[in-house]
């Protein structure tokens, strides 16, 4: 007889019946487990090929300087593997045994099967960020970027080039911006030796940076839970994340996009705003419709495609839908969506301004000091230019998950406030957004009275969208109406698509078709 058995995730095991409850295709994410161990092995057979690229960025006289850590000594989230690498006898620095991090996207979490590129995207957009907060935000911490490479261009930091290559950067640079023509980055095209192309590679890009060790600062998510309400350590986080923002707004964007570096070395807004969300459903099949050279002018046209995302999840994941009254709860949220979008981004903010964003400030990628002084921000890859009104607080603060914030707002609307206090100070202190209705945090108070809060956070959640509509969006419209809801949900879908009923049958189908799989994912024969 058949029986089930755990099988195991990136992180952890999980049950059948626990599998059948989850939003996501858990079928999918059964592979990523062996896909990690087989790439995390290819990794560690290119060690010296690791310390060659390595010794390459930064111009060390020997790979042999460079000693690449254990596999048990690695960093690796949800996205990327961080492998340490040990310089010894650095000429740049005092101090021997500096460390610097390889980070590598995983290509099984980016999506690149799917969406062939995805994976250099990635990489030129995290570059393109830190190539712009170096030049117009150097107040914000960082850690500094060596160099960096896609699956075709190898580009180094202009410190570590050889001599006289070093010198013609510098002349051109001066030059350049002598006769007021674009200044290109502090990046610049440094092909690898030929014969270390051939020697050995893992077939994707990376990212060479400093590494953050503990006496510079440790990650916030190691004391957040335990210290959050510690006032004085909360109120140095607020102070220096609300610092964080305004240096950050103060430099507007033309467009709704990602900052990248081009070949020949200058940045340029010219990518599609990549967030997480984006290129973790392309990692799952699902189509975005989104395309990399997609950019914005308004902020209706940027909401109007990211609406399209979450129409999209619904078509093509196997498991979207449960059952009919499934397909209604959420095709009805969808189309409503749609239909608010005026009642909560203002015609003024319609075409900007748009400024950068960090879409995925989670504690973790947050570094600070004993005292909670941010030391380092860290994890890029998601930062884009976004509408203003979309500048949010993070949601981790009250310890909450995005349906319990929408669920009981008392508790994270607490914190929201006092960060949002502290942002009022640093602006008196400063000479940002002098006219009050312009300031960041007028904007992100009205934002929270509005619900343009509770809508961008929606749009940023494929699966917490429905959560956050039906408990924060719907009832702003709804407080004075007598309809209940089976009469909203008999109505709003039929506008949500012409092939509504089609659509509704083929994902019934496919949700079957889905259980059955998965029954036999965790079947084994005893």
Request: aromatic content about 12%; overall charge neutral.
């Amino acid at each position: 007889m058949p029986r089930s058995n755990p099988r195991r995730l990136l992180k952890g095991e999980i049950t059948y019946s626990t599998a059948l409850k989850e939003e996501v295709n858990i079928l999918h994410r059964l592979g990523y487990y062996k896909q990690q161990n087989d790439f995390f092995a290819r990794v560690s057979d290119n060690r010296s090929w690791i310390q060659a690229i390595v010794s390459h960025h930064l111009g060390l006289t020997s790979p042999e300087l460079c000693t690449v850590a254990e596999v048990t000594d690695w960093l690796h989230g949800s996205f990327n593997v961080c492998v340490p690498v040990t310089i010894h006898n650095w000429k740049l620095r005092k101090q021997a045994g500096h460390r610097v991090i390889l980070r590598l996207p995983l290509p099984y979490r980016v999506g690149e099967s799917f969406h062939l590129g995805n994976s250099d995207e990635k990489i030129r957009c995290e570059a393109g960020t830190y190539a712009w907060l170096q030049s117009h935000c150097p107040d914000v911490p960082i850690p500094k970027l060596y160099g960096f490479a896609t699956s075709r261009d190898t580009f180094t930091h202009h410190d570590n080039l050889p001599f006289l290559k070093r010198v013609y950067q510098t002349i051109r640079r001066c030059l350049l911006s002598f006769l007021r023509y674009p200044v290109p980055t502090d990046y610049v095209s440094h092909p690898v030796p030929h014969q270390l192309a051939n020697a050995g590679s893992l077939g994707t890009g990376y990212i060479l940076v400093e590494c953050i060790e503990q006496q510079a600062g440790k990650m916030l998510s190691s004391t957040w839970v335990q210290k959050c309400n510690d006032i004085q350590l909360r109120t140095n986080f607020f102070r220096d994340l609300a610092r964080i923002f305004l240096s950050i707004t103060t430099h507007p964007l033309p467009r709704i996009g990602s900052l990248v570096i081009n070949n020949s070395g200058f940045l340029q807004l010219t990518n599609r705003p990549l967030s997480l969300e984006i290129q973790d459903l392309e990692n799952e099949q699902i189509p975005t419709n989104i395309l990399r050279e997609y950019t914005y002018s308004t902020v209706d046209s940027y909401v109007m495609d990211l609406l399209g995302v979450h129409n999209s999840r619904l078509i093509n994941q196997p498991n979207a839908v449960n059952d009919i009254g499934d397909y209604l709860y959420q095709s009805s949220a969808l189309t409503t969506m749609r239909a608010v979008v005026p009642s909560f981004f203002r015609r003024e903010f319609c075409r900007g301004p748009f400024v950068l964003s960090f879409t995925d400030l989670h504690p973790s990628n947050i570094f600070v000091d004993e005292n909670w002084h941010i030391t380092a921000l860290v994890d890029l890859e998601w930062a884009c230019s976004r509408p203003i009104e979309m500048i949010r607080t993070p949601t981790w603060l009250s310890n909450q998950a995005v349906d319990e914030i929408a669920d009981t707002p008392e508790e994270y609307d607490m914190m929201r406030a006092e960060f949002v206090e502290n942002l009022v100070a640093e602006e008196e202190r400063s000479s940002a957004a002098l006219v009050t209705e312009k300031r960041l945090s007028t904007i992100m108070k009205k934002g929270w009275e509005t619900g343009t809060f509770w809508y961008s956070l929606a749009l940023a959640s494929p699966t917490g969208l429905f959560s956050v509509f039906y408990k924060q969006i719907q009832p702003r419209f709804l407080r004075y109406s007598s309809e209940d809801e089976e009469a909203f949900q008999q109505v709003m879908p039929w506008y949500w698509s012409q092939d509504f009923v089609k659509i509704g049958t083929r994902k019934i189908a496919d949700k079957k078709i889905y259980d059955i799989r998965l029954k036999e994912a965790f079947q084994e024969e005893t």
